[in-house]
């Protein structure tokens, strides 16, 4: 369950999941595993480590001094989509994605593919 604005940064799992959209409405931008490398992810040891350091929201000219690989080669294969209540996306293993709630109430429904 989540408010407007709500945000899950550009992260990925390890494992396959579902996500349910019950109430509401959320946006998702997604990467393939291809674009790991342009997504300058923390390093393995590090708490962060399945967690893209770019931010989505940062502003074009800083993104691109920060991280000069995203916008090349990382933006071009984003895929975007809007989950509306009775959605339902799988998200495989190794895709990055990024969640924000876009109504005034979401509730969503996750479950992990093992």
Not at 21 to 31: D, N, P
Request: aromatic share 12%.
């Amino acid at each position: 369950m989540s408010g407007g604005g709500a945000v899950s940064p550009l992260h990925y799992d390890a494992a396959g999941s579902f996500l349910a959209q019950a109430r509401g409405t959320k946006r998702l931008v997604l990467f393939p595993p291809s674009a790991t490398a342009a997504l300058y992810p923390y390093p393995p040891d590090h708490p962060l480590h399945r967690r893209s350091r770019v931010d989505l929201y940062a502003p074009p000219a800083r993104t691109a001094a920060r991280f000069p690989r995203f916008a090349a080669e990382a933006l071009p294969s984003a895929l975007e989509a809007t989950l509306e209540e009775g959605d339902v996306i799988f998200l495989p293993p190794g895709w990055w994605h990024h969640i924000e709630t876009c109504s005034a109430l979401s509730f969503s429904i996750g479950c992990r593919y093992v």
